[in-house]
Every structure is written in C-alpha cells, then in structure tokens.
C-alpha cells in the first residue's frame, strides 16, 4: 500500500524564488507518483508560475502568505512577528499533521529557529542538527552538524552520531556506517576541549560504529560516513567544499578551451569526464534535513536551481517512507538504557 506524502513548498525563498522552486518541485511530482505538493507563497507570483506548467492538479495545492521572511532578518523576531510568512505557516502545517514534510531555501536561521519553536524537538533531543549529504570519491557521507549549533556540547555531539548513523542506514543504505569526529590529527590527545571531551563518549557509545578521529584532508576520499563536529566547524568544511568543487570545475573548463589541442581532447574526454564530475554535484543529493524535529523540515541552498529543488522534495518522500523520526527516537532511548 502506497501512502501519499504530503510536501509543503516555501515558493518564495531563495534567490531564484519562485521560479527554479515552482520548478523543481513540480519535476519532483512528475517523478514520484505518492507525493502531494502544497505550495506556500505570495499569491499573483506563485499563481503566474503555477500557470507555466501542465501538471496533475489533484496532487498540487496552494496556500497563500503574502509576507516573506528576509535572509538579513532577525530569526526569533521574524518568526514571531511575521506569522502570515511562507515559513511559519510551512512549519505550522508540519506541525499540525497538514503536510509530512517542509522544503524551503529562505532563510536558514528562520527555518532553525521556527523548526524548534514550532515543529518542536523529538523527546530526547538534546539540539537538532543540519545534516546535509557531501559527495565523496566513495559515494557520499553526512555531515552533522553543518550550521544549527556552533556552540554544541559534547553530549550533542554524540546524539549527531547517533542520529546521522540512523540516516545513513536507514535513508541511504551504508550498513553499519563508520563515524568519525573532525579533528587536526588521528591521536586522540589531539584537538580543542570538545573534541577531546567527546571522543570517549564516543568510543562508550554501542550503537554507532566509530572509528575515530578524522583530518578535513581526508573527508573528500570517503573516510568515514559519518563526519561530527560542531556547526561552526561544519559550516567552513561545507563551503570549502562547495567553493573548491566550482574552481576545480571552471578550472578545468578553463584548461579544456585554452587551445585547440584541448578542444579536441574536450570532445573525446567529455562523456568520461562529465559523469565523475556529476558525481561531485553537491546539489544532486537535496538539501539538508534538521534531524530530531518532530516532523521533516528540509533546508535547501539559498541559491539553490530546480534540480537541487526537486532531489530535495525526493529526499521528504524517502525519509517519510523510512519513518525516520520514529527510529531516531527508539535508538537515542536505546543507547539511554545502555
């Protein structure tokens, strides 16, 4: 039996609102028989977009906000005053059972703070981490925590373990994921108080597999599935990665049109080389899940383009087939009773 997912869609955040996000998501509904859409956002705009398209209108919904949360605005205040925001209402329809799930590229404090004042944290959650996926040599890995708590203690370091190890399993299929918490050397008598805090809780704990520590050197080849770290950590390794991976890109686009001979090797090396650079793609993975919520709340790159859009509203629909909420909270009351 197939259960319909419920997908609300903040359609005015990001810098290519509502266009590349009307988009995307609509390319997500093409794909995914069982999902529902509610799109959230201005009415003229969202209604004009909406009018581009052929699609099944018995899946696609609308709900109008007309105020719009601003990056530069303060979270809290924001997400108290501007109640008729395309944000508060996508957490509040979380919240109250009328959507599985919230997409949304605006604002990432809007959406931390809202996640936990309005969707609220699962019993037993300490903070709620972004996770988002990073590709890698060997596949992908999760990152946790990537910006929801840059003043994490080490207990919440453990819960990310244990969270993003239930992820990885469960939502991308690594069987038994190796864990490994971001350090400046493999000697455990290396790193700031937290890491130094952290490692043997780590090691005590008996439902993740660790296995140390790792260098931000080694995050590109696959060392580990699951990367921990506190959020100001995470943040720098995230955007290195996504600024490093464009350079490399134009820089090799650059190479390839510099001289004729490389023209020529462009076009016999082109089928090769774009598929390994496909897999470099960070946006092909979605966007990054607040794990521990109550419900499924799933923030996007601000700039994020269609296909980003789409994989994101893919990634609900996963994740709510899996009931991943439900197996966060029995293994953190799992490793609670050891």
């Given at each position: 039996?197939?259960?319909?997912?419920?997908?609300?869609?903040?359609?005015?955040?990001?810098?290519?609102?509502?266009?590349?996000?009307?988009?995307?998501?609509?390319?997500?509904?093409?794909?995914?028989?069982?999902?529902?859409?509610?799109?959230?956002?201005?009415?003229?705009?969202?209604?004009?977009?909406?009018?581009?398209?052929?699609?099944?209108?018995g899946r696609v919904q609308t709900v109008f906000a007309e105020e719009v949360?601003?990056?530069?605005e303060p979270p809290v205040a924001a997400i108290r005053k501007k109640k008729n925001s395309s944000i508060v209402k996508g957490l509040n329809m979380v919240k109250h059972g009328e959507a599985d799930a919230f997409v949304s590229a605006g604002s990432t404090g809007a959406v931390l703070a809202g996640g936990q004042l309005i969707v609220g944290r699962l019993k037993g959650v300490e903070r709620?981490?972004?996770?988002?996926?990073?590709?890698?040599?060997?596949?992908?890995?999760?990152?946790i925590d990537c910006g929801a708590n840059v003043d994490a203690r080490a207990s919440h370091l453990v819960q990310f373990a244990q969270m993003g190890s239930v992820y990885m399993e469960r939502v991308v299929g690594v069987k038994n994921p190796r864990v490994a918490i971001v350090n400046i050397g493999a000697e455990e008598e290396k790193g700031n108080a937290l890491v130094k805090e952290t490692i043997p809780l780590l090691k005590e704990c008996k439902n993740i597999q660790f296995t140390g520590s790792i260098e931000a050197r080694d995050i590109p080849y696959g060392?580990?599935?699951?990367?921990v770290c506190e959020a100001f950590v995470g943040n720098v390794i995230l955007k290195l990665f996504e600024g490093t991976s464009s350079m490399l890109l134009g820089q090799v686009k650059k190479t390839m049109l510099s001289s004729l001979r490389t023209k020529i090797a462009a076009v016999l090396l082109k089928p090769a080389l774009k598929k390994t650079l496909k897999g470099f793609d960070?946006?092909?993975?979605?966007?990054?899940p607040l794990l521990g919520l109550k419900g499924l709340v799933v923030k996007t790159h601000g700039s994020a383009k269609a296909s980003e859009v789409r994989q994101s509203v893919i990634q609900c629909v996963n994740f709510s087939k899996q009931k991943i909420n439900e197996k966060i909270s029995q293994e953190l009351s799992a490793g609670e009773a050891r």
């Amino acid at each position: 039996m197939n259960t319909n997912v419920r997908v609300a869609v903040d359609a005015m955040g990001g810098d290519h609102a509502p266009g590349e996000i009307v988009k995307g998501a609509l390319q997500a509904l093409e794909s995914q028989k069982n999902l529902t859409l509610i799109f959230i956002g201005q009415q003229k705009p969202l209604e004009a977009e909406l009018k581009k398209y052929s699609y099944d209108a018995g899946r696609v919904q609308t709900v109008f906000a007309e105020e719009v949360i601003e990056m530069a605005e303060p979270p809290v205040a924001a997400i108290r005053k501007k109640k008729n925001s395309s944000i508060v209402k996508g957490l509040n329809m979380v919240k109250h059972g009328e959507a599985d799930a919230f997409v949304s590229a605006g604002s990432t404090g809007a959406v931390l703070a809202g996640g936990q004042l309005i969707v609220g944290r699962l019993k037993g959650v300490e903070r709620p981490p972004l996770a988002p996926l990073i590709p890698t040599s060997k596949g992908v890995s999760l990152l946790i925590d990537c910006g929801a708590n840059v003043d994490a203690r080490a207990s919440h370091l453990v819960q990310f373990a244990q969270m993003g190890s239930v992820y990885m399993e469960r939502v991308v299929g690594v069987k038994n994921p190796r864990v490994a918490i971001v350090n400046i050397g493999a000697e455990e008598e290396k790193g700031n108080a937290l890491v130094k805090e952290t490692i043997p809780l780590l090691k005590e704990c008996k439902n993740i597999q660790f296995t140390g520590s790792i260098e931000a050197r080694d995050i590109p080849y696959g060392a580990a599935d699951v990367i921990v770290c506190e959020a100001f950590v995470g943040n720098v390794i995230l955007k290195l990665f996504e600024g490093t991976s464009s350079m490399l890109l134009g820089q090799v686009k650059k190479t390839m049109l510099s001289s004729l001979r490389t023209k020529i090797a462009a076009v016999l090396l082109k089928p090769a080389l774009k598929k390994t650079l496909k897999g470099f793609d960070a946006s092909r993975y979605g966007g990054a899940p607040l794990l521990g919520l109550k419900g499924l709340v799933v923030k996007t790159h601000g700039s994020a383009k269609a296909s980003e859009v789409r994989q994101s509203v893919i990634q609900c629909v996963n994740f709510s087939k899996q009931k991943i909420n439900e197996k966060i909270s029995q293994e953190l009351s799992a490793g609670e009773a050891r």
